[in-house]
């Protein structure tokens, strides 16, 4: 049993009104199986795999946690795995082109090798035998790193990025790659190499970006585990406007590092991470338990512990939202945290105009200066937004950009005395609910609307905090979700409450896409 977006919707909204004759979740849940287990006994087979988990979804519903599990308990091989999600890809991308390359035939052979170690009974890793994908700025050996660009189509690293190389090492298999706008530049994904990725939920609202390819997968159940990253945002958006969950580390937790290009913009060396996406947070913890690992190539790597003491229950709610839609979803979430025991309060985090307007400065200034480097290699659309975007806010001198990293300096000690008292922050990722399609191309005032959005998003970017997205429901046909901000290196809290509100709401996805207009 499928469910479709409507389907969701309808059922979640049964469980806020409270009204007579609504449909609860429990009751939803309770219908659902049964109608499982009737398909069982009629001999009807979802598609994806005969096999089934503990309430009859088929193999590509579920998490990567229990994919882990069921591998090494031997109720599942990989092999099995794989042809599921194969299958699933084949059955659902075309209708949301968020999987750019299938690497059958590396990924049949990986889960092959997967069920001959589980057999002889070797010791195997994490994640030995499941499946993940791979957004296409992410290098790994034998695949482009095309950057959504036309000219990089063919551009193959000499080796794995750190992060990628320890989720081999810890028996995960990539299955396919993941699409992006060009260079990873817009919160929407589109490109001339491979074209738009549809937001599963409403095809004219925008998947997200950058990593809008790995979250439509994870939503329409190609993938349990994608691997994307974060610069202004890229792991939460996406999240958000495809009702799927993210992490983003600390700023260092994760090793980074490129084989094709040795150094970064400055902003982007502050700002930019790398991190997991799921539909379940326990398998964000699992993934970033096997890929936070040193590597030599990345001299800012931290060894902090991934655990300490569960000090964080008091949590400064951020209440502001433009919209009705993304504003219930906030309550939602802080009605679940206060029910798991938090100490829930609303209280305004510090400096977020003053530190999302100096981040601004940071990420124009450098994007201005290598404008006329990338103009060449980008599409149509992304030199527009590019102009736009950067000339948001009055060019910088060199005065002005020293000015920015003081606010910076600030703005990092405001929020580590403020999560002295308060350290979980609750709050949007965009405080509207996803965009139009094209919304970004619409010139100054567009362009700025989403960038207002966003600036608890920004924020936690400039002081390179770690923060969780969740999905919390759905509403008006669309997913609604927060972020979950921790203070550096305690990741481990934000997963915890995260895990909390996720164990009280739910989860959204996996869905089948809705239709577009004109198909089928």
């Not at 905090?465 to 999905?471: F, S």
């Amino acid at each position: 049993m499928n469910l479709t977006r409507a389907e969701r919707s309808d059922a979640l909204a049964g469980e806020s009104n409270g009204e007579p004759g609504s449909l609860s979740r429990r009751s939803f849940l309770a219908g659902a199986a049964g109608a499982l287990a009737a398909s069982t006994v009629m001999g009807i087979e979802p598609s994806g795999g005969a096999v089934r988990s503990a309430l009859g979804g088929p193999i590509w519903s579920m998490g990567a946690s229990e994919l882990a599990d069921r591998i090494r308990a031997r109720e599942l091989s990989s092999r099995e795995v794989v042809e599921a999600f194969l299958e699933r890809i084949g059955a659902v991308n075309g209708q949301v082109n968020a999987i750019t390359v299938v690497l059958a035939e590396s990924a049949r052979e990986a889960a092959d090798r997967a069920d001959q170690l589980i057999a002889r009974g070797a010791r195997v890793g994490r994640l030995h035998g499941v499946p993940f994908t791979v957004k296409e700025n992410i290098e790994m050996l034998g695949s482009a790193t095309t950057q959504g660009l036309v000219a990089f189509a063919n551009l193959i690293p000499p080796r794995d990025a750190p992060h990628i190389a320890q989720l081999k090492a810890a028996g995960a298999i990539p299955i396919a790659r993941t699409n992006l706008p060009d260079i990873a530049t817009r919160w929407h994904t589109d490109n001339e190499l491979h074209g738009a990725t549809i937001n599963p939920w409403d095809a004219s609202r925008s998947p997200g970006g950058s990593s809008g390819g790995d979250a439509a997968a994870l939503a329409t159940g190609m993938t349990p585990l994608g691997m994307g990253n974060d610069y202004f945002g890229s792991l939460r958006v996406p999240a958000q406007f495809c009702g799927v969950a993210s992490l983003r580390p600390t700023l260092g937790r994760v090793a980074q590092a490129s084989s094709l290009l040795e150094n970064f913009p400055m902003s982007l060396q502050l700002m930019g991470v790398q991190g997991p996406m799921a539909r379940h947070v326990s398998d964000l913890r699992l993934a970033f338990r096997s890929m936070h690992g040193f590597d030599a190539r990345d001299p800012w790597w931290s060894s902090q512990p991934l655990k300490g003491p569960r000090i964080g229950r008091r949590v400064a709610v951020q209440t502001h939202a433009d919209d009705p839609q993304v504003a219930a979803g906030i309550r939602r979430a802080a009605d679940a945290l206060a029910d798991a025991g938090y100490d829930v309060v609303e209280e305004p985090a510090p400096m977020i105009i003053e530190g999302s307007d100096a981040a601004q400065d940071l990420v124009a200034s450098d994007s201005n200066m290598l404008a006329d480097l990338v103009r060449p290699f980008l599409g149509r659309d992304a030199s527009t937004f590019i102009d736009t975007w950067v000339g948001l806010r009055p060019p910088i001198d060199k005065a002005g950009y020293v000015q920015a990293f003081s606010i910076r300096q600030g703005v990092a000690r405001a929020w580590t005395q403020f999560q002295q008292e308060y350290p979980l922050v609750l709050g949007p990722v965009s405080t509207r609910r996803p965009f139009a399609v094209g919304r970004d191309l619409q010139g100054t005032a567009a362009v700025f609307e989403i960038f207002d959005s966003l600036r608890l998003v920004v924020i936690v970017n400039l002081v390179g905090l770690p923060a969780v997205t969740v999905p919390v429901g759905v509403a008006d046909g669309l997913p609604q979700a927060v972020q979950i901000i921790g203070p550096h290196y305690q990741e481990y809290l934000a997963l915890a409450a995260a895990e909390a509100i996720e164990r009280r709401v739910g989860t959204i996805t996996p869905i089948e896409p809705v239709a577009r207009a004109g198909s089928c």
